[in-house]
């Protein structure tokens, strides 16, 4: 594992100034910031916090869910560290209920390890605001690590690209042979089962009645910026028009859709 995953002051730091840099620059070509209202934002799978850190220091009224209740300490820990205001709330989003209703929904490296997306769909879509906008970014399931090795607790599956597609009764073989806790072990399956593909994404948004307002492919994650000093790159046009092909080239997704008529 590598140690930004433990490190949470780090991680938190790192993904606000991702967001900052990369997102709410995407972000801000669709969605209008800077009006008399406070922004509504709410970032389903908010983990820490970071990326809605970036949204409150510029006045947007920001909440998060997560299912995660040790993430949710660190989050509320951390924006009261740095002065911010934030609402965060331990729940399944697939059961979560609230009456307000969202100007901007981020669903960020999350949809992956949701395994009923047609129900997390329609519940986002109850919790957008009328020409309210969804941010969906994921890792195409294909790319180098859309298995998330990176998590694993050993150094080769850590590093180890495509070791996700093989075939699971090899790949359970394989990570005990090189070590790897059964709890990784699951938690690898789980994302094995959940995967998401682009084309998949498509056919979802298109049965829960979402239109796409823009697709962005990266060949070079933005995050990446970040985390090993590589500069982002969009794919290129040729290979983002190929279905299935472009899922091995992505490193992550990023759709902006609005609830269709």
């Not at 995953?5 to 209008?32: A, G, I, M, P, T």
């Not at 820490?48 to 820990?77: E, P």
Request: proline share 3%.
């Amino acid at each position: 594992m590598q140690a930004r995953h433990s490190n949470y002051e780090d991680y938190f730091k790192e993904s606000e100034k991702s967001c900052e840099k990369h997102y709410y620059r995407y972000l801000q070509q669709f969605v209008s910031f800077g009006g008399k209202q406070p922004l509504k934002v709410l970032e389903v799978g908010c983990g820490v916090g970071g990326n809605l850190a970036f949204f409150a220091r510029i006045g947007c009224a920001v909440k998060g869910v997560d299912i995660d209740a040790h993430s949710i300490d660190q989050a509320v820990k951390l924006f009261r560290k740095e002065g911010l205001q934030g609402t965060f709330i331990h729940a399944d989003v697939l059961e979560y209920v609230d009456a307000e209703r969202y100007n901007l929904i981020i669903l960020h490296d999350a949809i992956e390890h949701i395994s009923d997306k047609d129900k997390l769909m329609h519940c986002l879509r109850g919790l957008l605001a009328e020409q309210g906008v969804l941010y969906v970014a994921f890792p195409a399931w294909c790319m180098p690590f859309g298995g998330h090795q990176q998590v694993a607790r050993t150094w080769f599956v850590s590093r180890c690209p495509f070791i996700h597609l093989l075939p699971q009764r090899l790949f359970v073989w394989l990570l005990r042979r090189l070590g790897e806790p059964d709890s990784v072990i699951n938690d690898f399956l789980a994302i094995k089962e959940t995967r998401m593909s682009i084309q998949a994404f498509l056919r979802l948004c298109h049965n829960t009645g979402f239109d796409i307002v823009d697709r962005r492919l990266y060949f070079i994650n933005p995050h990446y910026e970040a985390k090993f000093g590589l500069t982002p790159r969009v794919l290129c046009k040729g290979l983002s028009c190929i279905p299935y092909v472009r899922d091995f080239f992505t490193t992550s997704c990023h759709f902006l859709v609005r609830k269709g008529i």
